[in-house]
């Protein structure tokens, strides 16, 4: 059982290329999120999914993309990397209820990303 | 909008004394609130929680207490030991799906 799992760790990028980081979850977790964490705001929800083939943004969307077209995976997508996008990714998931209710999210380690 | 302001952002205590975190939210709705702590170089780990249906939750030496009136929840923590230094961030959830967090405090203990 290997909880969240992210990838790349570490990652550089040219302003405008394209990239994708990648989460999975081996929990039959069916909420998955993802956040980032700049210094002195915390976390901010990117997206989320309550399931496989649904998706909804979160408080700062914009520039990025994702799909889940199964349970176990969260892609994220960067279109055209942005100086501003320099950040920590994490992603984490959590069982949601049949009430709707979510439980703790467990988290990934996360992805450094720098944007140059 | 939604928002969760926490404090302080750093906090310094001696090993063996008590560390307490507050934290205010603004969407009276919110019925679900975690509390996590961040060690360098990992990603959050959930301490301990709370549903706005229990006023105050405990497991051993940490505990949560939560005042829905004045939309405010704490996490203390008592006979603080140096593994305990950490950067713990508090959230509140909004609309079932939006997990809002604080801007964190880094807590320090000294041995």
């Known amino acids: 059982n290997a909880g969240v799992t992210q990838t790349p760790k570490f990652q550089v990028l040219k302003t405008g290329q394209s990239m994708t980081l990648q989460c999975a979850q081996d929990?039959?977790?069916?909420?998955m999120s993802w956040y980032r964490q700049d210094p002195g705001m915390g976390l901010r929800l990117i997206h989320y999914?309550?399931?496989?083939?649904?998706?909804d943004q979160g408080e700062v969307p914009n520039g990025y993309n994702v799909s889940r077209s199964t349970t176990e995976d969260f892609p994220l997508r960067l279109l055209s990397a942005a100086p501003s996008q320099t950040s920590v990714y994490f992603c984490?998931?959590?069982?949601?209820?049949?009430?709707?209710?979510?439980?703790?999210?467990?988290f990934g380690s996360g992805t450094r990303l720098t944007v140059v | 909008g939604e928002n969760v302001e926490q404090h302080p952002s750093t906090l310094s205590v001696q090993e063996g004394d008590s560390a307490v975190i507050k934290c205010t939210y603004s969407?009276?709705?919110?019925?679900?609130f975690p509390w996590y702590k961040q060690e360098l170089g990992k990603g959050p780990q959930l301490i301990i929680d709370?549903?706005?249906?229990?006023g105050e939750k405990k497991d051993q030496r940490i505990a949560v207490t939560l005042n829905k009136t004045a939309k405010h929840f704490s996490l203390h923590i008592t006979e603080t030991q140096p593994e305990d230094s950490a950067v713990y961030f508090c959230a509140a959830l909004f609309n079932n799906n939006d997990m809002r967090f604080g801007a964190g405090t880094r807590l320090t203990v000294k041995p």
């Open positions: 929990m039959n977790h069916e909420y």
């Open positions: 999914s309550v399931g496989a083939g649904i998706t």
């Open positions: 969407d009276s709705a919110s019925n679900y």
């Open positions: 984490a998931s959590s069982y949601e209820s049949s009430a709707g209710t979510n439980y703790g999210y467990t």
């Open positions: 709370i549903r706005s249906n229990v």
